[in-house]
Nanobody
Framework: QIQPVESGGALVQSGGSLRLSCYVS????????MGWYRQVPGKERELVAR???????NYDDSVKDRFTISRDNAKNNLYLQMDRLKPEDTAVYYC?????????WGQGTLVTVSS
């Protein structure tokens, strides 16, 4: 089964920046809308940014104007540029499809924002 591989998480101070990457193997990545999700212990996984195969983008209000999602279909990569990070952005971040069937969830990448 295909499982996305997320990377780029780290410990960063409030106000700092990080760039997350996600690689999905196979030859169908470019066809699907993809998104970045995040999860903190005890809470549901939430979708924070999404991008269609054509490049249409939508953000959750909590990250709008601070995060930028992008994709490189030639490399099967999804990215999340995270600026002006806040302590409440601390979470494990995952990538996956947004609609229909999902890939198996990856390990995620941990982002910790210190105040």
């Amino acid at each position: 089964q295909i499982q996305p591989v997320e990377s780029g998480g780290a410990l960063v101070q409030s106000g700092g920046s990080l760039r997350l990457s996600c690689y999905v193997s196979g030859n169908i990545f470019s066809f699907y809308e993809m998104g970045w999700y995040r999860q903190v212990p005890g809470k549901e996984r939430e979708l924070v940014a999404r991008i269609t195969s054509d490049g249409d983008i939508n953000y959750d209000d909590s990250v709008k104007d601070r995060f930028t999602i992008s994709r490189d279909n030639a490399k099967n990569n999804l990215y999340l540029q995270m600026d002006r990070l806040k302590p409440e952005d601390t979470a494990v971040y995952y990538c996956n499809r947004v609609t229909g069937w999902r890939y198996a969830w990856g390990q995620g990448t941990l982002v910790t924002v210190s105040s």
